[in-house]
């Protein structure tokens, strides 16, 4: 029940800044969509709810987003790049790198910032090994080690002070 009222709350907090600045109706309309949500998918959302009152999470949080958007803002223009001048390189293929990422939620966001980041693609995770099978454009090294600290160290090291 706790995972649910934490997921309620942050749900609809979330409702709020999107519909800002708040009125009567959006506050209304937002208290049954939040509970909707906390009801279907509270038991999945979060298996240690205590973990959301500490407060230097959200701070890391607030330092992941413009480093995720940088890194982003580089590999468009790196794609771009290889799009436009078609003398460099592109080798494609699929490689393997580790992760230390223990939560569903984390290795999740990992997935999907490397995925959202042009030039790469997560294919699969195997959470019980800490893997993931990433397709990147322009293979540099098909070594697991040098891959992990190509395509997802960066993200890893605030991602596992946020979520593990």
């Known amino acids: 029940m706790k995972n649910k ?3 309620f709350i942050i749900g609809f907090i979330i409702w709020i800044l999107l519909g800002w600045p708040p009125d009567v109706q959006h506050v209304i309309a937002g208290i049954p969509a939040a509970a909707v949500v906390a009801f279907l998918t509270g038991d999945m959302f979060a298996r240690r709810p205590f973990r959301f009152g500490n407060i230097i999470r959200y701070l890391w949080f ?3 987003v413009p480093l995720f958007l940088w890194e982003c803002l580089k590999a468009n223009i ?3 790049l290889r799009v436009l001048n078609p003398r460099l390189p592109i080798k494609p293929g699929i490689v393997k790198v580790k992760t230390t990422l223990k939560s569903d939620t984390g290795l999740t966001f ?6 959202l ?3 790469t693609f ?3 995770i195997k959470p019980e090994k800490g893997i993931l099978y990433i397709h990147w454009i322009d293979v540099r090294s098909k070594d697991i080690n040098t891959a992990t600290q190509l395509i997802a160290a960066k993200f890893e090291r605030v991602l596992k002070r946020i979520f593990d």
């Open 117 to 119: 980041t042009p030039g």
């Open 78 to 80: 790196d794609v771009a």
């Open 122 to 124: 997560c294919i699969d």
């Open 110 to 115: 990992l997935a999907n910032s490397i995925t």
């Open 62 to 64: 607030c330092y992941y």
């Open 5 to 7: 009222a934490v997921l």
